[in-house]
C-alpha cells in the first residue's frame, strides 16, 4: 500500500485523472500494476494504438521489447510478473518527428505513490532517455553511454534499454554489441526473477 491507500485504489484513481485535460486524445491513464510485480517496467508514453486498447505496450515496440526480455503476451501482461508504469500515463499528441514527450506533470504527480506501492520489484527496466534521466539522474550521459554501462546498473536493479520503437532501427543497426551482448545477459536476469516468482 502507498500512504494507507489500497493500490487497487490508487490504481482507480490514477485512472479516472483528468489533469490534462487539453490532451488531443483526451485524458486516458493506461498502466499495469499488482503489489506482487517483480519487474518494472518505465517507458515514454502511450502511443495511439495503446491509447485506443487501453493496453499497455501493445504495438509494435511492445513486441519488440518482449523479444528482448523473451517473455509471451500472458506473462508480460501478468501484473504479477510485470508492472508497467511509463513516465506519461497518457498518449501526449503528434510532434513534428514522431509522438511528443511524455506530459511533465504525470511522473511528480503519480510515480512516488505508485512505486511506493510496489514492494516486490527486483528490476526496473528504463526505457528511453525520458525514465532514464528521471531515475538515473545522469542528464549529460546518452542512452548509448547509459545502455553500454548496462552491467553497472544492473548491481542497482536497473536496466537502461534503448526504446524499441521502430523508428529507433537505425541505433540498433549501428550498434549490434547490444543484441549481441546486452540482450542475452537481460533475458538471464529477467528469467531467473520471473522462476522465483512462480516457486
Known amino acids: 500500500m502507498s500512504g494507507d491507500v ?8 490514477v485512472r479516472a485523472c483528468t489533469v490534462c485535460t487539453d490532451l488531443p486524445l483526451g485524458p486516458r491513464p493506461v498502466l499495469q500494476a499488482d503489489a506482487a510485480a517483480r519487474i518494472l517496467i518505465i517507458g515514454q508514453a502511450p502511443g495511439t494504438r495503446v491509447h485506443a486498447t487501453g493496453i499497455p505496450w501493445n504495438d509494435p515496440s511492445g513486441a519488440t521489447l518482449r523479444r528482448w526480455l523473451d517473455v509471451d503476451r500472458e506473462t508480460f501482461y501478468d501484473p504479477r510478473c510485470f508492472a508497467i508504469v511509463p ?3 497518457c498518449y501526449p499528441g503528434r510532434g513534428r518527428s514522431g509522438d511528443l514527450p511524455p506530459r511533465p506533470e504525470c511522473a511528480p504527480r503519480w510515480h512516488p505513490r505508485l512505486l511506493g506501492a510496489l514492494p516486490n520489484v527486483q528490476l526496473t527496466l528504463l526505457v528511453g532517455r525520458y525514465a532514464q534521466d528521471r531515475y538515473l ?3 549529460t550521459d546518452s542512452v548509448t ?3 553500454k554501462r548496462f552491467r553497472s546498473f544492473l ?16 541505433w540498433l543497426r549501428e550498434r549490434p554489441w547490444f ?8 533475458r ?11 516457486r
Open 87 to 89: 513516465m506519461g500515463l
Open 188 to 198: 538471464s536476469y529477467v528469467g531467473e526473477i520471473l522462476e522465483q516468482s512462480s
Open 6 to 13: 489500497p493500490l487497487a485504489e490508487l490504481l482507480d484513481e
Open 137 to 139: 539522474g545522469l542528464r
Open 155 to 170: 548491481r542497482h536493479r536497473q536496466a537502461p534499454l534503448p526504446h524499441p520503437s521502430p523508428r529507433n532501427r537505425l
Open 145 to 147: 553511454a547509459r545502455v
Open 179 to 186: 543484441e549481441a551482448e546486452i540482450i542475452p545477459e537481460l
